[in-house]
């Protein structure tokens, strides 16, 4: 059989296209150099990523030192195929090609390569995807890509993009943007939703769903996600049916819910990220619940962020729940009352 060898770069080959390829060694990285920075094999693990001759790979903390195995930080490049910058663009060559002087040996220039990584045990490095796709909400931080990737693995979808966008209130929230095969039938967002809730964390659900027959580009043929995000926060087709509560343990979560978040309207399946809550407003509604003597802590929001699922919950422990001295954990009522400090005084 006559063989071939594939040469791949910027993005990584999708592994349904690995398996058809005859050579297993394909190059993958940046082409901000002469061709690119890395390689690994098709059968080896994604994290198994060597530099080509004559080149080096730098994992820089914050601090723009070299990062400690296993910690993560910014992937840098240098060596003789470090290109001199980017053509008439003396900006973008500013910021992205710097001087860099280690501890030991002679100042080198490197690239700022834009993507996330660290350095392994054994040498390897391990690629998590973009710094710019790495966002902060309500107090948790994202990465984009690994809401796209659970995205992606329901059957009938090509693509799909998550952006944050924001209203006219600066209300902030995940949109995805989902791209049907042309046999996925009928295929609905809240299939796709339903299959993002059961696999990823209830802050990682984006809160809208937008059905696309292609998705913008740029000029040189990557997504567009600029242009994703200045669409802003899409209008929902119709508002949707609140779920009144059905016991006296979903009106009780219900009333504190409306007070900490200062809303009226909330159903009990509403999930309370996409409420707009933030981990500030977690702490004082796990405060609020054990003021009003039930025995539910931060955690058990963060795995049951809705009125039902927590209700469901706190009626299935056993004991007394109106009791609030069940529980001997702190919370944030023992530091509000001077419990603290209280403490500190009989040391």
Same mark, same amino acid.
């Given at each position: 059989?006559?063989r ?19 050579e297993?060694v ?20 994604d994290? !198994?990523?060597h ?5 080096q790979?730098f994992?820089?903390?914050q ?8 910690v ?7 060596g003789d195929?470090?290109?001199e910058?980017y053509?008439?663009?003396? !900006? ?10 280690f501890?030991?040996g ?5 690239y700022k390569?834009?993507?996330?990584g ?5 040498g390897?490095?391990q690629?998590l ?7 902060k909400?309500?107090?948790f931080?994202?990465?984009?890509g !690994?809401?796209e990737a ?5 059957d009938?979808?090509?693509?799909c993009a ?19 095969s042309a046999?996925?039938?009928d ?6 939703a339903?299959?993002a ?13 937008v ?9 040189n043929g ?7 995000q200045?669409?802003g926060?899409?209008?929902r087709d119709s508002?949707?049916?609140?779920t009144?509560p059905?016991?006296?343990?979903e ?35 796990a405060?609020r619940?054990r !003021?009003?003597g ?5 955690k058990?929001?963060l795995?049951?962020?809705s ?6 919950f ?12 069940r ?6 009522r ?9 403490l500190?005084?009989?040391?």
């Open positions: 059989m006559r071939r060898t594939v040469a791949q770069g910027t993005c990584a080959l999708p592994a349904r296209y690995r398996q058809r390829t005859l297993h394909w190059p993958d990285g940046n082409n901000d150099l002469v061709l690119v920075a890395t390689y690994h094999g098709c059968g080896s693990a994290h !198994d990523r530099p080509i001759a004559n080149t790979l994992i820089l903390d601090g723009e030192n070299i990062a400690p195995i296993g993560i930080g910014e992937l840098h490049i240098g195929g470090l290109a910058g053509f008439d663009r003396l !900006d973008l060559t500013e910021k992205a090609f710097v001087p860099h002087c501890a030991i002679r100042p080198m220039r490197l390569t834009g993507d996330v660290r350095r392994l045990a054994d390897s490095l690629l995807g973009r710094s710019d796709q790495q966002i909400l309500r107090g931080r994202i990465e984009l !690994d809401i659970v995205v992606c693995r329901k009938g979808i090509v693509q998550v952006v944050i966008a924001e209203n006219a209130k600066g209300d902030r929230s995940l949109v995805c943007y989902v791209v049907p046999n996925s039938g295929i609905s967002t809240m299939e796709i339903a299959h809730k059961a696999n990823l964390p209830a802050h990682m659900v984006p809160s809208f769903w059905m696309e027959s292609e998705l913008p580009q740029t000029a990557k997504l567009d996600r600029k242009t994703l200045q669409r926060l899409p209008q508002a949707p049916i609140k009144q059905k016991t006296e343990m009106q009780r979560l219900l009333a504190i819910w409306q007070d900490v978040l200062n809303l009226g309207d909330i159903g009990i399946d509403d999930n309370l990220y996409a409420l707009g809550a933030d981990s500030l407003a977690i702490f004082r509604i405060a619940m !003021d009003n039930l025995p539910l802590e931060a058990h929001l795995r049951h962020p009125i039902a699922a927590l209700a469901t706190a009626e299935s422990q056993d004991g007394d729940l109106s009791d609030p001295v529980l001997h954990t702190p919370s944030l023992d530091f509000r009352n001077g419990a603290r400090r209280g500190g005084a009989s040391l």
